[in-house]
């Protein structure tokens, strides 16, 4: 009798631990810390790319169990307060930078499924997470250039301009191909089109303002042409703003060109 109940224990102490292995929740850093470290926000993001299981529901915004996590993730403020902090050395910023920059790349497309209809199945996750990148990388090109001029004994020397340049035309660059996403405006939603024109008039709008005097001549045609490709009256007009802004600034350098040429 002792024998089959001692079996019949170890049986439900088996099932027990099965079933917790089963349901245990994932494990993601602390939410109630006030800022997320740069470990904390690689360990999240490999938590939502790695250990989800297909059929799972990846954290969503209108998931109340789910969301906390993913506005947790998405927080500018976990990066921004280590990059801004003026007692924090160049090098190592940037080092942080780079890490905050290489982890969102991993998961920049983790909510771009489309469903039969060729709609994002999680659009506002897909938008939310690409603003994302945009923010931090105004950050970590602009922290990674002052570290360049800041290690140099002559940050005026025509070599040091170039590389810094270059590292703005890749940004640059790197706007453009969020701006290619208009191309899919079709898997949007009307809502998720407005989106997209507040990702122009914000972050697009930012990068022309940080650096007036780099080359946008590629931005403001890429800008032409999809004004006349969309269907979105918000995105159109949006880029007609863009393109504005950005020959008010070729504008203001031609004038001033104008001035020093004079004055020599």
């Known amino acids: 009798m002792k024998n089959k109940i001692l079996k019949t224990i170890t049986s439900l102490v088996i099932l027990i631990l099965f079933s917790n292995c089963e349901t245990k929740t994932h494990d993601f850093p602390p939410l109630d810390k006030r800022y997320w470290t740069v470990e904390d926000f690689e360990n999240a993001v490999n938590e939502i790319m790695y250990n989800y299981k297909p059929e799972e529901e990846l954290p969503t915004f209108n998931n109340p169990e789910t969301a906390p996590i993913l506005n947790k993730v998405l927080d500018t403020e976990n990066f921004k307060i280590i990059l801004n902090d003026e007692e924090l050395g160049l090098k190592y910023k ?10 969102w790349r991993n998961i920049s497309n983790r909510y771009s499924d489309l469903d039969r209809k060729d709609k994002y199945v999680n659009e506002d996750e897909h938008i939310a997470v690409n603003n994302f990148g945009l923010e931090l990388q105004l950050y970590y090109f602009k922290i990674g250039n002052e570290e360049i001029i800041s290690s140099t004994e002559d940050p005026n020397s025509n070599n040091v301009k170039d590389v810094v340049n270059s590292n703005v035309n890749t940004l640059i660059s790197n706007f453009i ?25 914000t ?12 080359n946008f001549d590629n931005l403001k045609r890429k800008s032409e042409l999809f004004i006349k490709k969309t269907n979105s009256s918000e995105i159109k007009e949006s880029l007609e703003k863009l393109i504005k802004l950005i020959e008010s600034k070729n504008k203001k350098e031609e004038q001033e060109t104008d001035i020093e040429v004079s004055e020599n």
Not at 180 to 198: C, T
């Open 94 to 103: 940037n080092e942080i930078g780079e890490r905050f920059f290489q982890s």
């Open 177 to 201: 191909l969020h701006l290619d996403e208009i191309n899919n405006e079709n898997s949007y939603s009307q809502e998720g089109k407005k989106q997209l024109a507040e990702r122009i008039d």
């Open 203 to 214: 972050y697009f709008s930012k990068v022309v303002n940080e650096y007036p005097n780099s």
